[in-house]
């Protein structure tokens, strides 16, 4: 039986791959997405629905199909309708860079992490993201992305961070929606995930986020709504955990009254890899795909059906979404041909993006920018630090090229081939640059002790289906920096995290650089910024608390044995509550609003030269889209050219009752020295509204509103007051 069903979808495959698919009516391009779905859904059989509905099993393990060998290698596949030209969905995981190259001997370029992406606040640099993965993706044969992770920051021990977009939902979206907007325009089915509040890796299948319903709308929600409107993905992956009592890929409240009615989305909706937990409640609630295999959307979904527990109607709706979405991402017109990518020029942009996401936390005396002709020795000392630099795990991903280094103490820990000893040495070749491991702190202590200048690289490796313990580096690499540092005042610590970290030695090293998981050419980069080939402009997207004991849960909530029993006992979930009672305060709300010092405000960062802020006017905005325009001018004060991201704040009305301010847009200008500029910041109505619950919509309210102007969340020199009708 395979063989004959096999049999028959090839000869189809061939048709529809070889492009004769003119002869269907729906390839008429004249024709809406909607007019084209509606007339394939005509013409196909029930059990050609249904087949579209569910993946074809997982390389995860699990039941095999006998079609398991049309898969292109990724994360999974689905079934389209060869005889009627419609071809396989194939997906795979690319966060950061396509996933699988190595099982697949392909070539896939590792770009910064999404969280470092997040911290250029550069819409243009998340746009060269989204567009580099996408051609990468069709260039090994994919047609579906799996990325657009955009769950808020609240848990910043959170393993998933680092392929996140940090803790404010304006940000988040503006920075998400435009990689898939522009990941799509390379014709492939993006999407945005995990949909919604999958804010901890934690017990994430049994997990009930609790949230109110304004904090939601205002928060982990309004990030995809905000990503949704840029980015228009065609696919939203529905998260393992539950929001308010009901699993989120069969919860009608944010799968079908929002999502679908309130924001219109045209797409599909799939489910996280086993997390569909029903049939007939899924399918009313707005679920159209069940991944990786068919445990509730194959023989069970026919049989509900036929039994009329799943209207054909509804049935009928997740096939047109499903084809809807393949026929406006333009996979069909735009069948994929694997083709070879340029690689020097996906390092290039690597390069080019790594260096404008690293933030400058700290630079005293202004040791650094390093000047590579006078700089006499150096000391570059952390593990690996002399082989390569580390990258996130989970279903993100991307193997090196090359070996890498060896991680022997944790396979899982993929370090990628970019040296920043070689990538120093060879930026300053007048220099002596000696290398430490850093595990022999007395041997540290005299290499630093006998250097003009030591670097220490510390990382913090963090992955899918974990949280960190906590937020201090792991290991004796606290001990490590102060070693060092007391053996060195011009000690620069060069971050490689996934998310914040604490620093006890923060007042005895003279620099910090932020550079996060930094990619393919991410030592490169390095050299970059602390040589000042590159002038920092990057700004934190999360925060960075002083200790765990400021955050908003201390410690996290995390499955008990006897849950993880049940759980294991098969009952169904969720099992355990996590409740957001902080609401609205995510991030930097929480902060202000408690009055709490932090170590790095949100929106932070330094740069080799300085800016002054003047001159701010708020007036009304065209009122359509923007309620108000912030207008003030910004100087370069300092002697080198460089990128400033001028931020805009709001604070609401007081019967708003809204935390004491929040990020309403920004305005990225490069100066020379001493120019000076005016820059425009139009914000639109909705990102000074409030979500009123009862009327279940978005509300601009009454009363005076204050403005202000800055560099960060808490370095704000301009204000101004507007009220509104
Ligand atoms: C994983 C992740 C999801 C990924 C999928 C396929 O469990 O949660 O982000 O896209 O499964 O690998």
Known sequence: M????????????????????????????????DQRAGLVLKEMTLDEKIRMMHGQGSPFGGPVSPNAWMSNGGDG?????????????????????????????????????????????????????????????????????????????????????????????ILAGVMVGNRVRCEQEQHIL??????????????????????????????????????????????????????????????????????????????????????????????????????????????????????????????????????????????????????????????????????????????????????????????????????????????????????????????AHVWFPTSPLKAIAARAPRA????????????????????????????????????????????????????????NPNTIVVLETGTAVTMPWVNRVSGIVEAWYAGSRGAEAVADVLFGDVNPSARLPITFPVSEADMPHPTMTVPSPEILKEEKAGKKGPLFDVDYSEGLKVGYKWYDAEKKPVLFPFGFGLSYTTYSYSGLSVTRGNGATDALTATFRVKNTGSRAGTEIAEVYASLPAAAGEPPSRLVGWSRVTLKPGETRQVTVAIPAMYLSVFDVAAEKWKLLPGGYILRAGRSSRDLPLQSGLTLP
């Open 2 to 33: 395979a063989l004959v069903v096999a049999g028959g979808l090839a000869a189809g495959m061939a048709r529809a791959q070889s492009g004769s698919q003119t002869q269907f009516p729906w390839m008429d391009t004249s024709l809406s997405p």
């Open 77 to 169: 596949f689905s079934l389209g309708v060869p005889r009627l030209g419609i071809p396989n969905l194939q997906m795979i995981g690319s966060a950061y860079g396509v996933r699988f190259s190595a099982a697949n001997g392909r070539y896939s370029t590792a770009l910064p992490a999404n969280l470092a992406q997040t911290a250029t606040w550069d819409p243009g640099a998340a746009c060269a993201y989204g567009a580099l993965i996408g051609r990468e993706e069709r260039a090994q044969g994919y047609n579906m992305s799996l990325a657009g992770g955009v769950d808020l920051a609240r848990e910043l021990r959170n393993g998933r961070n680092f392929e996140y977009h940090g803790e404010d939902p």
């Open 190 to 411: 993006s999407e945005l995930k995990h949909y919604a509040v999958n804010d901890q890796e934690s017990g994430r299948g049994i997990v009930n986020s609790v949230i109110d319903r304004r904090a939601l709308r205002e928060t982990d929600l309004l990030a995809f709504e905000i990503g949704n409107q840029i980015g228009r993905p065609w696919a939203i992956m529905c998260a393992y955990n539950g929001v308010n009592g009901d699993y989120a890929c069969e919860n009608k409240y944010i799968l079908d009254e929002v999502l679908k009615k309130e924001w219109g989305f045209q797409g599909f909706v799939l489910s996280d890899w086993g997390g569909t937990h029903s049939t007939v409640k899924a399918s009313a609630a707005g679920l159209d795909m069940e991944q990786p295999d068919e445990r509730f959307y194959g023989a069970a979904m026919k049989k509900a059906v036929l039994d009329g527990k799943v209207p054909m109607a509804e049935l009928d709706d997740h096939v047109r979404r499903i084809l809807r979405a393949e026929f406006g991402s333009g996979i069909i017109d735009n069948p994929t041909r694997k083709f070879v990518v340029n690689v020097d020029e996906g390092f290039a942009v690597a390069r080019r993006l790594a260096g404008e996401s690293m933030v400058l936390l700290r630079n005293e005396h202004r040791l650094l920018p390093l000047d590579a002709g006078t700089v006499k020795s150096i000391a570059v000392i952390g593990e690996h630090a002399d082989v390569g630099m580390i990258s996130g795990g989970g279903s993100a991903q991307v193997d090196p090229e090359g070996s890498y280094a060896p991680a022997w103490e944790n396979p």
């Open 432 to 487: 002596r640059v000696k290398f430490q491991y850093g595990a022999d702190l007395p041997a540290a202590a005299a290499l630093a002790r006998n250097s003009q200048v030591a670097i220490v690289f510390a990382h913090q490796w963090t992955s899918e289906a974990m949280d960190l313990p906590s937020l201090s580096l792991p290991g004796d690499q606290d001990k490590l920096i102060e070693t060092v540092a007391a053996a």
